[in-house]
């Protein structure tokens, strides 16, 4: 089956950067959707980017347009998420998700989720 390995988190100030990394195996992704979602202490969980594996077109929450970019290697099978001028209110952990997904934003489009990897901003 389909296995997601994130990496790449850590405790971080607020302004610094971090770029998290999605391994996948275990599938063929051409037809697959990619990304990222994040839930806070005490939140519900958020939709934060998303890539389509065939085209690369992207989509991004509001609140990191601008400062978070998604890609993807097709040859590796890992998608990134580049997180520059990281903010206390980036503090969350993080799952790359991957799936059917024809809205890209919506969490019951993905049918795979990886462990998470905790991403702490300081202030």
């Known amino acids: 089956q389909v296995q997601l390995v994130e990496s790449g988190g850590g405790l971080v100030q607020a302004g610094d950067s971090l770029r998290l990394s999605c391994a996948a195996s275990?599938?063929?992704?051409?037809?697959?959707?990619m990304g990222w979602f994040r839930q806070a202490p005490g939140l519900e969980r958020e939709f934060v980017a998303a890539?389509?594996?065939?085209?690369?077109?992207?989509s991004y929450a509001d609140s990191v347009k601008g400062r978070f970019t998604i890609s993807r290697d097709n040859s590796k099978n890992t998608v990134y998420l580049q997180m520059n001028n990281l903010k206390p209110e980036d503090t969350a952990v993080y799952y790359c998700?991957?799936?059917?997904?024809?809205?890209?934003?919506?969490?019951?489009?993905?049918?795979?989720w990886g462990q998470g990897t905790q991403v702490t901003v300081s202030s």
């Open positions: 998700v991957v799936g059917l997904s024809l809205t890209m934003t919506a969490s019951s489009g993905y049918n795979y």
């Open positions: 890539i389509k594996w065939s085209g690369g077109r992207t």
């Open positions: 275990g599938a063929t992704f051409s037809s697959y959707s």
